[in-house]
């Protein structure tokens, strides 16, 4: 059983931990506090030195991604879009597409979409008739 100690037991930090019934145990109590640090067996807790924590975070997505000779950020058709604008498609499936010799929006909107789901495993027909008319909803936007 877990209390707080004190009368105005919201405001202190200390915790008191009571063993009320264990098979191997007698009754007892032990005293600790909850402190910025974590928990402690006095008031004042002290942040270690942490050694080993100077490290630099690797980038792990990049925004140019490079797929042959097309990058996923140079292929537009229309104009400033590319086929990460349309919404539906991630950089991952917009990699497949340009192996797949979609390169552009404009590729996409006049792909016939029967036979790019034959060719690209994971996606339906139906899926790539949302893609072209999300691909020209964001033309005419």
Do not use: C, H
């Not at 915790?15 to 007698?26: K, T």
């Not at 007892?28 to 402190?35: K, Q, S, V």
């Not at 086929?83 to 498609?89: P, T």
């Not at 917009?94 to 016939?112: C, H, Q, R, T």
Request: no cysteine.
């Amino acid at each position: 059983m877990f209390k707080t100690k004190g009368f105005s037991s919201n405001n202190s930090l200390k915790r008191r931990a009571v063993i009320v019934d264990a098979p191997d145990l007698p009754p007892e109590e032990a005293e600790f506090y909850i402190t910025a640090v974590g928990i402690a067996d006095t008031e004042k807790g002290e942040v270690p030195e942490a050694k080993g924590l100077d490290f630099e975070v690797e980038t792990l997505y990049e925004e140019e991604q490079v797929v042959g000779e097309v990058s996923v950020e140079e292929s537009t058709g229309s104009g400033e879009y590319s086929l990460i604008d349309v919404k539906g498609i991630g950089a991952g499936m917009a990699k497949n597409l340009i192996k797949n010799g979609v390169a552009s929006v404009d590729a996409l909107i006049e792909s016939d979409p029967e036979q790019l789901a034959s060719k690209i495993s994971g996606i339906s027909s139906k899926m790539i008739n949302d893609w072209q008319a999300n691909a020209i909803a964001l033309i005419n936007a």
